[in-house]
């Protein structure tokens, strides 16, 4: 019989861990680029910590002899109620990057968030990602076009559905990205993005292949500038797309845009909305017809001081009362983090920064192991609470902790 300790990586068995061991294996500049939040942290520190006012009720002497931790997503019955979330430029953290991530979740059977400014292309993370869902996080930039193109590749490449990231009008300040004076090193592209063939965009065609783009030679790269407005007249943004430079939309409106991004991605891709946090935007998205809503503030990154997503999750799931499904990002670092999310009336839970943690220490294999280690504490978080579906997770089995230490029912 196998050693049980086999099984188990025994440099890392928690999250915790994985991010000790992460934290070795980056560059400082890579290391402040994923980790740092906006301005003083303190919302992303809330992300966490928010967790512990939350307290489990178990219930006991129920069979628990055959837990089922699965959850249906896009027509997919993934093997956990929680996925991957888009996380930018993962070939920072390890050169398997964003293909690793997505053989990961295969292997796994979960689904995949992918960023619009990946270090692969959305076309080639979709061969290596299998038959699990992958859904396309979109920044829909002032010259509709760029977002234009990548939606009708992304269609062509069979994601599910776009988050439009909502969140962010501007770019939050992010003091070490500043003083790091953060960019993408020369060897390193934005898969959907590169330098050079198609207008300022830089974009290639859907045929060339990850060899291909990697014999091309080095292009210099052009200047690209941020947009800006000038009295009454708004100047759009210029030179190749880059994240700080067209990522920002402060132009961005219900209104306006909704509606043209559900008729570039229906039917065959959902349109969600990644980044509401009140009962208002929730409501609105409900009347603006879109498929889902995922409670977010961005990993800390855009509004410092703004509500933990777990603290904010309540008021959207009650203002949209089922009408549409509403999942949750940030913060989540344990199983018991996402039984708390369900049983707070998440539909669905994303983990960014640990995949970037388990690439940094093992590529692929790391994100797998990331994986494991949630997916095992979930099953076990749900044993010990009493339930076998994750349908079962409910209010019930919670308590939460007042300003003063007193315990009460939700």
């Not at 939309?249 to 991004?261: A, G, Q, R």
Request: proline share 5%; with cysteine; hydrophobic share 35%.
């Amino acid at each position: 019989m196998a050693d049980k300790a086999s099984t188990h990586d025994l440099n890392c068995l928690t999250i915790a861990e994985l991010e000790a061991a992460a934290h070795e294996r980056m560059d400082k500049q890579t290391r402040d680029y994923y980790n740092e939040g906006a301005d003083s942290n303190s919302t992303l520190r809330e992300n966490i910590t928010a967790y512990a006012k939350y307290r489990i009720r178990p219930r006991v002497l129920r069979d628990v002899s055959r837990i089922d931790t699965s959850k249906s997503l896009f027509g997919f019955r993934n093997s956990v109620p929680f996925g991957v979330a888009p996380t930018a430029m993962q070939r920072l953290a390890h050169s398997d990057g964003e293909l690793g991530t997505a053989r990961a979740c295969m292997t796994a059977g979960v689904p995949m968030g992918l960023s619009s400014f990946a270090t692969h292309s959305l076309e080639e993370v979709a061969a290596q990602g299998g038959e699990n869902p992958k859904v396309l996080q979109l920044y829909l930039f002032e010259e509709k076009e760029h977002s234009r193109r990548l939606i009708a590749r992304a269609k062509k490449a069979g994601f599910k559905a776009v988050f439009l990231t909502v969140d962010t009008p501007m770019l939050g300040r992010r003091n070490e990205e500043i003083r790091n004076q953060f960019t993408l090193p020369p060897h390193l592209e934005i898969g959907n993005f590169p330098p050079g063939e198609h207008g300022d965009s830089g974009e290639k065609s859907d045929e060339e292949t990850g060899r291909e783009k990697a014999a091309r030679p080095s292009m210099q790269r052009r200047p690209s500038a941020r947009g800006y407005t000038d009295g009454d007249k708004r100047v759009l943004p210029t030179g190749p797309v880059t994240f700080h430079t067209h990522a920002p939309n402060p132009t961005l409106t219900w209104e306006e845009d909704i509606d043209w991004l559900k008729q570039e991605c229906l039917p065959e891709m959902e349109v969600w909305l990644k980044g509401i946090a009140t009962s208002e935007d929730a409501l609105l998205a409900v009347h603006h017809g879109v498929n889902g809503i995922v409670v977010s503030n961005h990993g800390g990154r855009q509004l410092n001081g703004a509500l933990a997503t777990i603290d904010a999750l309540p008021e959207v799931v009650e203002a949209v009362q089922g009408k549409i499904p509403v999942h949750v990002d940030g913060g989540i670092r344990h199983g018991t983090d996402v039984f708390k999310a369900l049983a707070l009336g998440a539909d669905f839970c994303w983990v960014g920064r640990p995949a970037l943690w388990g690439l940094a220490y093992k590529g692929q294999a790391g994100v797998e192991l990331m994986l494991k280690l949630l997916s095992d504490e979930v099953s076990l978080c749900m044993a010990l609470a009493g339930t076998i579906k994750v349908e079962q997770i409910t209010r019930d089995y919670l308590m939460k902790i007042d300003t003063n230490g007193f315990v009460s029912r939700l």
